[in-house]
């Protein structure tokens, strides 16, 4: 059934969706700040090149994947 009531803002009715996303980016991005403390056990280059991949893709992927991807109405 069709929501009647226009939302207040972007992020209303998707609590479960918002904390799914969350979840995953906060996963990311602590397991890039552990990557760069992997430096002894890896070695320093394989280290920093981890914690950039994860750190890159948790302000990746809520910025361009997800940002924008509702605010274009179809016609």
Do not use: Y
């Not at 602590?30 to 070695?43: K, R, V």
């Not at 994860?54 to 274009?72: E, T, V």
């Amino acid at each position: 059934m069709p929501r009647t009531t226009p939302r207040t803002h972007a992020g209303e009715g998707r609590v479960a969706g918002n904390v799914i996303v969350f979840a995953i980016v906060m996963v990311l991005f602590l397991g890039s700040i552990l990557s760069f403390g992997l430096e002894p056990q890896i070695g320093a280059i394989p280290a920093f090149a981890l914690g950039l991949i994860l750190f890159a893709l948790a302000f990746f992927i809520p910025k361009q994947i997800l940002g924008r991807s509702d605010s274009h109405e179809t016609k």
